[in-house]
C-alpha cells in the first residue's frame, strides 16, 4: 500500500553494508533539499551522515518514515554527474552507494573547524634544515623530530605538531630561538611544502610537443583518453605540467593522481613550484585542519588543480577538463581494503566519459590492460622514446647467481667500489625486507605464524621473527614446533645493508624500506640522496618510482627473481615493471648508467626482455599467454572470498556458492595466501567473465539466498594474493 506524505520525502543513501536506500521525510524547517546534500540521520540507535541521492511525494514503505534531523551542506556536495559516478562504482564493484559517497566526501575535508591556533612553519632553507635535523639528532632529538615532522606536515599547529612529534613545547620554543622554525597567527594562505623545486621549464622536445599539442586538441574537444608510453627519463612530468597549464587556460581544472605521495616528492615540487596557489594537495600526511583547508579552496575556486593519491579520483571537482595518472601501472591504485575495492584507473576513465574530461595515462612500463587498450583503440598512444638528456641508455649486465653463495656478486662489488672511486652514487634493489626467514636445523621446518600459516621474517633489529600478514612477532631462538636450533636463509634488505657495511666501511649507506622508514619521512631520505650527501641507496620498491638523481651511475638489482615464484597470473609483468623502473634510475646525467641484475633465471622471458629494456617485446610475450590462458585484459576476474574460525564451514560454503553460480565460469575453491589469517581459515573462488557488470546482480541475489553476505568478500579485478 502507498502512503501520501504531507511532506517531501528524501531517498538517502547511508554508509552501512546495506545494498538499498532509505526514505526519510523532510521536515519543512529544511525546505527544498537537492540530490547531492549530505544530511545528518537516524538509523537505528545511531545517527549516520547520509547522502540525499533523490527527493519523491510517495513512499513505498509501509510503516512510519522518520524525519531527517539536519542538512549538513548548503550547496550539494555531489553533483548528478558526480552521483552517477558513485553509482557506477557502486554497480562495477559490488558495494552499497551509501559506503561509494561516504569515500568520495571524507568528513574531515567536508566541514573544517575554523580555528585561531598558530602555526609553526620551518625558517630556513631546505638543505640548512637537513644539516640541523643531522646536528641535533643526538644532542636534541626532540627539536630533531620537530623539524623531521615539519618537512612533510606543512603549517600544522603547534598543538598538532607537538602531538604528531611526542614532543613537550620546550623544544619548539628553542628551535624558535635557534632560527629554525617560526610561529604566526594561522591565515587562509595555502600551504607550502619546503620540497620544493625551482628548475626552470624547459624547451619541449619534438616529440614532448606532438604530445602536448594532441592533448591541447582533445581538451578543445572535450574528450580524449592517452596512454603517455615514455621511457625513463623522457620527461612526461612536463607533458602533465603543459597540459595543465592548457586547461587552466581554457577555464577548466585539473585532477593529478600519484602512487603515493611521500615516494614523489619532485613530481609534487615541480607542480607546487609551476603552479603556485592553484594547487591544492590532499593526502592521508596532513591533518585534518589541512586537508579541509585545502579541500575549501577547491570547493571555492580558490585553487584549480587537486593533486593526490588514489582516492583524489573519487573527490568532487568541479569543471573538470584533465585527469593525469602518473605512473598508472603501480598496484597501489588499486585499493584492497576498506570498500569500494576499486581501480583507480578504471574510476579515471568513467570519470572523464561522464564529464567530458581529457585523461592522461603516464608510464614507462604500462599495464598490460593499458597496453592492451591502446593497440584495440581505446586508449590514443604517445610515445616518448627517447631521454631528454642526450645520453646512451644504460649498459645491463646479466649475472647468473645459481652457483653464487653471497647476496652480492663479484661483478657487483667490483661496480660498486668503482663508482664510490668516482665519487658517484649507487641504487641496490631488493623487493624483500628483513634479513631473512628461518628453519630448524633439527626438524627442517620453516617457522612460520600460527594464526596466518605463512613464513616468518627474521629482523635483525629487534632480534624477533614476524608476520608480514597480522604483524604476530615471535621472539624464541629455538624452533617453536621441536625447541631445535634455528638457522637463517633467504634474503632481505636488512642483510644486504649488513654486507655492503661491512664490504664498504666508508661508504654512506642508507636503507629505505617500510621497517626503516617511518611513513611521511621517505621524501626527507630521498632529497639527501639527491643532495648527494648519501653514496648508497639501498630498498625495496618505493626507490624504483620516477625519481630523477642525476649522480647515479649504478643500479644493482640484488634479486630480479623474488616476484617469479609469486602464486599470482601478474607475478611476470611485476618482475619486469620493478626491475625496468628501477634500472631506470641508472644514467639520467651526463655519464652513461650501468646496471647489474642478479637472476637464477637468466633464461626466463620477463628478465631477459627487462635486461634488453625492450617492453614492446615483454609485452607481446605476456599478452599472447594470457590470451591462451584466458587472464585479464582478455576477461575480468572477480574474486570471492570466504572466512571462517572452522576450516571445515569455510570449504563448505565456498563448494555450496560455487554450486549456486553454475551458470558462470567459476575456478576454485582454492586456498588464499595466506590459507589462514588472524585465526580464521579462507577461501577463495574467482569468476571469470567478459562482462563484469552482467554478474554483479545475480552475484547480489545469490549471496542474499544463501545468506552469505557477511561471510564474503567481493573483490572485482583483484590484485595480488
Request: proline share 6%; aromatic share 4%; hydrophobic share 40%.
Amino acid at each position: 500500500m502507498l502512503i501520501r506524505m504531507a511532506n517531501p520525502i528524501a531517498e538517502v543513501a547511508v554508509p552501512r553494508p546495506v545494498d538499498r536506500l532509505f526514505d526519510y521525510r523532510i521536515p519543512p524547517a529544511l525546505g527544498d533539499l537537492s540530490p547531492g546534500v549530505r544530511v545528518l540521520v537516524p538509523f537505528g540507535k545511531e545517527r549516520l551522515v547520509g547522502t540525499v541521492v533523490n527527493t519523491k511525494s510517495v513512499s513505498e514503505f509501509p510503516g512510519r518514515l522518520q524525519d531527517i534531523r539536519d542538512c549538513l551542506d548548503e550547496q550539494p556536495t555531489f553533483s548528478q554527474l558526480h552521483l552517477q559516478l558513485a553509482r557506477w562504482i557502486s554497480q562495477h564493484y559490488v558495494c552499497p552507494l551509501g559506503v561509494v559517497l561516504q569515500a568520495m566526501a571524507p568528513q574531515s575535508l567536508a566541514h573544517p573547524k575554523p580555528s585561531r591556533s598558530k602555526v609553526v612553519q620551518l625558517a630556513c632553507t631546505l638543505s640548512e634544515t637537513l644539516q640541523a635535523i643531522e646536528h641535533l639528532k643526538a644532542a636534541a632529538p626532540q627539536q630533531a623530530m620537530l623539524l623531521q615532522r615539519l618537512l612533510h606536515t606543512p603549517l600544522p599547529t603547534v598543538s598538532e605538531l607537538l602531538k604528531a612529534a611526542g614532543s613537550s613545547n620546550g623544544p619548539l620554543v628553542q628551535l624558535q630561538k635557534k632560527g629554525f622554525v617560526a610561529v604566526r597567527a594561522k591565515s587562509k594562505e595555502p600551504f607550502q611544502s619546503p620540497l620544493q623545486e625551482h628548475a626552470p621549464a624547459l624547451a619541449l622536445t619534438s616529440m614532448q610537443r606532438a604530445a602536448v599539442e594532441q592533448v591541447k586538441a582533445a581538451l578543445v574537444r572535450g574528450e580524449g583518453s592517452f596512454l603517455l608510453h615514455g621511457v625513463n627519463g623522457s620527461g612526461k612530468t612536463e607533458v602533465y605540467l603543459h597540459a595543465v597549464q592548457h586547461a587552466l587556460a581554457m577555464g577548466k581544472s585539473a585532477l593529478m593522481l600519484v602512487p603515493e605521495i611521500s615516494l614523489t616528492p619532485q613530481l609534487i615540487a615541480r607542480a607546487r613550484h609551476r603552479l603556485g596557489d592553484a594547487l591544492a594537495v590532499v593526502h592521508s600526511g596532513l591533518t585534518e585542519s589541512q586537508r579541509a583547508a585545502e579541500w575549501q579552496r577547491l570547493r571555492q575556486g580558490r585553487a584549480q588543480v587537486l593533486l593526490g593519491v588514489r582516492m583524489a579520483c573519487l573527490l568532487p571537482v568541479d569543471r573538470l577538463g584533465l585527469i593525469v595518472m602518473d605512473e598508472e601501472h603501480e598496484p597501489t591504485y588499486k585499493q584492497d581494503a576498506p570498500e569500494p575495492r576499486y581501480q583507480a584507473r578504471e574510476v579515471a576513465l568513467q570519470r572523464a566519459r561522464l564529464e567530458r574530461a581529457v585523461l592522461i595515462l603516464g608510464s614507462a612500463t604500462p599495464s598490460l590492460e593499458s597496453f592492451h587498450r591502446a593497440q584495440v583503440g581505446s586508449l590514443t598512444r604517445l610515445d616518448l622514446p627517447q631521454r631528454v638528456v642526450q645520453a646512451p641508455p644504460p649498459h645491463v649486465e646479466l649475472v647468473d647467481m645459481a652457483a653464487q653463495k653471497q647476496s652480492l656478486s663479484s661483478s657487483l662489488e667490483r661496480a660498486l667500489q668503482e663508482v664510490l672511486d668516482e665519487q658517484g652514487q649507487a641504487i641496490l634493489f631488493l623487493n624483500r625486507r628483513g634479513f631473512g626467514t628461518a628453519f630448524c636445523r633439527r626438524c627442517r621446518q620453516t617457522q612460520r605464524c600460527p594464526q596466518c600459516d605463512i613464513a616468518l621474517t627474521y629482523h635483525l633489529r629487534p632480534h624477533q621473527l614476524h608476520c608480514r600478514y597480522c604483524n604476530y612477532r615471535q621472539h624464541q631462538q629455538r624452533c617453536a614446533r621441536c625447541g631445535g636450533e634455528l638457522a637463517l636463509c633467504g634474503l632481505g634488505t636488512q642483510q644486504v645493508e649488513l654486507s655492503v657495511r661491512r664490504r664498504f666501511p666508508g661508504a654512506r649507506v642508507a636503507r629505505m624500506d617500510s621497517d626503516a622508514i617511518k611513513r611521511g619521512q621517505h621524501g626527507l631520505l630521498l632529497e639527501q640522496f639527491r643532495q648527494g650527501r648519501l653514496d648508497i641507496l639501498l630498498g625495496t620498491q618505493m626507490i624504483a618510482l620516477g625519481h630523477d638523481f642525476p649522480h647515479v651511475q649504478l643500479v644493482g638489482i640484488v634479486d630480479a627473481d623474488g616476484l617469479l615464484s609469486v602464486p599470482d597470473y601478474r607475478a611476470a609483468e611485476r618482475t619486469f615493471q620493478l626491475i625496468s623502473q628501477a634500472a631506470g634510475r641508472a644514467g639520467r646525467g651526463v655519464r652513461r648508467g650501468c646496471v647489474i641484475l642478479q637472476t637464477r633465471h637468466p633464461d626466463h622471458y620477463a628478465i631477459r626482455h627487462a635486461a634488453q629494456l625492450d617492453y614492446a617485446g615483454f609485452a607481446q610475450a605476456e599478452l599472447s599467454l594470457r590470451k591462451d590462458l584466458g587472464y585479464p585484459p582478455y576477461v575480468h576476474l572477480i574474486r570471492l572470498e570466504l572466512a571462517h574460525h572452522s576450516q571445515e564451514r569455510c570449504w563448505q560454503m565456498a563448494v555450496a556458492l560455487k554450486d549456486a553460480l553454475h551458470p558462470f565460469q567459476v575456478l576454485g575453491p582454492a586456498a588464499t595466501v595466506p590459507a589462514r589469517w588472524r585465526g580464521r581459515w579462507r577461501a577463495q573462488l574467482m569468476i571469470k567473465t567478459v562482462e563484469p557488470d552482467s554478474v554483479q546482480g545475480t552475484l547480489l541475489e545469490t549471496l542474499k539466498r544463501l545468506n552469505l553476505e557477511a561471510q564474503v568478500t567481493v573483490d572485482v579485478d583483484p590484485y595480488g594474493d
